[in-house]
Nanobody, 120 residues
Framework: VQLQASGGGLVQPGGSLRLSCAASGSIASINVMGWYRQAPGKQRELVAIITSGGITNYANSVAGRFTISALNANNMVWLQMSSLRPEDTAVYYC???????????????WGQGTQVTVSS
């Protein structure tokens, strides 16, 4: 199973970016997909997650500015980020909890990370 994230980059304060993540491999079903981020010198933190049923959860710091969405059929998740602030600068990691084909155990997977830099 692999998670491939893309869409990071450099953006000015107040700007927007859209992150994408695709899960591939021997996947039976995905229960949760989402995004975490880690800024230099800080711990990795939740940004937003979405369940297979469409329930979402956002960090307080991004609620109202970021929107998470997913397409279950294609095992993809997106994070639309608007009104970006310098404090949003971090490496953003795609995350998924899923069942591999033939397994009854749920497993967690991480993508490779994509850099988001908000600076003028």
């Amino acid at each position: 199973v692999q998670l491939q994230a893309s869409g990071g980059g450099l953006v000015q304060p107040g700007g927007s970016l859209r992150l994408s993540c695709a899960a591939s491999g021997s996947i039976a079903s995905i229960n949760v997909m989402g995004w975490y981020r880690q800024a230099p010198g800080k711990q990795r933190e939740l940004v937003a997650i979405i369940t297979s049923g469409g329930i979402t959860n956002y960090a307080n710091s991004v609620a109202g500015r970021f929107t998470i969405s997913a397409l279950n059929a294609n095992n993809m998740v997106w994070l639309q980020m608007s009104s970006l602030r310098p404090e949003d600068t971090a490496v953003y990691y795609c995350y998924a909890r899923l069942f591999r084909a033939g397994s009854s155990d749920e497993s967690a997977y991480w993508g490779q990370g994509t850099q988001v830099t908000v600076s003028s």
